[in-house]
């Protein structure tokens, strides 16, 4: 018998079924049969809310970027080292708790059409803008320093799926290697914060 959900419900089912099996398996290899058999509805009926596969890859990309961005939304009331410290923690916080969520946007841009790719580099974009915008407040924002930032997220990225892959060191330790490491790029010593 199936449950009957609404709308939004039934949408996120199948966002997060989708996110869990194209986690674990390059895009060819997921069938939107298999989707449609788990979440216990009819293949037309994930094609009415996702017109192509595509569509559905693109909608999970797309979500699990937007729940990132919000979660790790920065709080203006801390000093700019605690809000670069605390965003940090909340985007490993968010890798641990939802790993197929976090490789599906960090492992789909390279290899992924013009759209999936555009849906990462807005969500880059938006982290980059942001620790910006935290370091423009400690010293003059350069080409240079806008450099180091894309360097630094691409850096943060690789190593947290190495750590998803084999977590060898706690959260903590990675979490003050990343820190360590963006302090660096931008030039900014934390302890004179």
Same mark, same amino acid.
């Given at each position: ?9 039934? %949408? ?8 869990? $099996? ?85 492992? !789909?841009?390279? +290899? ?19 620790? $910006? !915008? ?30 998803? +892959? ?13 820190? %360590? ?13």
């Amino acid at each position: 018998m199936r449950t009957r959900l609404t709308t939004e419900q039934r %949408r996120e089912q199948l966002l997060t079924i989708g996110a869990g $099996l194209f986690a674990g398996r390059p895009y060819d290899e997921v069938w939107i049969e298999e989707v449609a058999e788990i979440a216990g509805v009819s293949r037309g009926l994930l094609y009415h809310y996702f017109p192509t596969k595509k569509d559905f890859f693109a909608a999970i990309v797309r979500e699990q970027r937007d729940q990132l961005l919000k979660m790790s939304e920065p709080d203006p009331a801390l000093p700019v080292a605690e809000q670069l410290r605390a965003g940090l923690e909340v985007y490993l916080e968010f890798a641990r708790t939802h790993p197929d969520g976090y490789r599906i946007v960090h492992r !789909s841009a390279g +290899d992924a059409d013009r759209e999936i790719r555009e849906i990462c580099e807005a969500g880059m974009a938006a982290n980059a803008e942001r620790i $910006l !915008s935290a370091v423009s407040l400690l010293r003059p924002v350069t080409p240079t320093t806008r450099l180091a930032v894309r360097g630094w997220l691409s850096f943060v990225a690789t190593l947290i799926l190495d750590w998803l +892959d084999e977590p060898k060191i706690s959260t903590e330790e990675l979490r003050d290697l990343c820190a %360590r490491t963006l302090f660096a790029a931008v030039d900014v010593n934390p302890e004179t914060i």
